[in-house]
């Protein structure tokens, strides 16, 4: 009699143990997706470096627009790129990849035969840079891609690196550029993105971002990142640009474009976890009939 209430009472509780594990699974079906953690990053690129580093200083902006324009034509042809890895990341960029845009150009060297330059307000990144020729844009031609390589455990979430790129002509294009801007240098705002729609090279307005710069990141842990473009940008003061040089009394502001996007980090979902609710469960019903039996 006594082991037949023991065992009536060993039912129940299993029974009671079962109903709440898949009452707990229930549960986790019918509540929303658990909410995910994102690895993000934003590209800034500007003429000048310290606008990147003082990018909503008035005092600041009065004295960056004051140069001549044949400085302004060189600062335009090598910009600086800010690249931040959003404190919300989890993981460390550990590369930085952007295509050229309008394949008739190129990246050329910036000091030496490196790409990039370090910049002097990001100091103590180990930087190392190579190109990629022949790389498919989004209109499908080939163009080139640069990658810089983020030493030291990459870029880590919070931080920022400010670099410097160069723009060059391809030789196929030179005669052609040659003789409608003569010794002058592109202007990334021409290659990489076309301002106010405008295809300086071609004449033509279209808005279109099919012959404009992507960029992308690798997170590691987290792989590659998706692709970002560089959207064309209504600017004003867009008159001046390559051979197209304001005199000194005109006003041509010193802006920041930018573009960026997000990674989805995979968290254990809530059913995952209810299912290891469900185990220990089991574990706990195995260990109370060992119990019973013993």
């Known amino acids: 009699m006594i082991g037949t209430a023991m065992k009536t009472l060993g039912t129940r509780r299993n029974a009671t143990v079962l109903a709440s594990a898949f009452f707990?699974?229930?549960?986790?079906?019918?509540?929303?997706?658990?909410a995910q953690a994102q690895n993000s990053w934003t590209v800034s690129i500007s003429?000048?470096?310290?606008?990147?580093?003082?990018?909503?200083?008035?005092?600041?902006?009065?004295?960056?627009?004051?140069?001549?324009?044949?400085?302004?034509?060189?600062?335009r042809n090598a910009p600086y790129i800010e690249l931040l890895n959003e404190a919300t990341s989890t993981s460390p960029i550990t590369e930085f990849h952007l295509t050229i845009g309008d394949n008739r150009f190129d990246f050329g060297s910036v000091e030496g035969t490196d790409l990039v330059m370090?910049?002097?307000t990001t100091p103590g990144f180990n930087l190392t840079s190579n190109k990629v020729n022949?790389?498919?844009?989004?209109?499908?031609?080939?163009?080139?891609?640069?990658?810089?390589?983020?030493?030291?455990?990459?870029?880590?979430?919070?931080q920022l690196v400010r670099f410097k790129i160069k723009l060059d002509v391809?030789?196929?294009?030179a005669?052609?550029?040659?003789?409608?801007?003569?010794?002058?240098?592109?202007?990334?705002?021409?290659?990489?993105?076309?301002?106010?729609?405008l295809n300086v090279y071609d004449g033509v307005v279209n808005s279109s971002p099919d012959d404009n710069a992507q960029t992308f990141v690798k997170f590691n842990p987290g792989g590659q990142s998706g692709k970002a473009v560089f959207e064309d940008e209504t600017v004003a003061a867009g008159q001046y640009y390559n051979s197209n040089l304001r005199e000194y009394k005109a006003m041509d502001p010193v802006l920041i474009f930018q573009t960026g996007g997000g990674?989805?980090?995979?968290?254990?979902?809530?059913?995952?976890?209810?299912?290891?609710?469900l185990s220990a469960a089991l574990m706990v019903r195995r260990s109370r009939r060992s119990a019973i039996v013993g």
């Open 175 to 197: 005669a052609q550029y040659a003789a409608s801007f003569g010794a002058s240098l592109p202007d990334f705002r021409t290659v990489l993105f076309d301002m106010n729609g």
């Open 47 to 75: 003429e000048k470096e310290l606008k990147l580093e003082n990018p909503v200083d008035m005092m600041w902006d009065k004295w960056l627009m004051w140069d001549i324009g044949y400085q302004r034509m060189m600062c």
């Open 170 to 173: 391809d030789p196929a294009f």
């Open 263 to 277: 990674q989805q980090v995979p968290e254990p979902c809530s059913i995952g976890l209810a299912m290891l609710g």
């Open 134 to 158: 022949g790389v498919v844009n989004t209109d499908g031609d080939l163009g080139d891609e640069l990658v810089v390589n983020i030493g030291n455990g990459g870029l880590l979430p919070g």
């Open 118 to 120: 370090l910049g002097s």
């Open 24 to 34: 707990a699974l229930l549960l986790a079906m019918l509540a929303p997706p658990a």
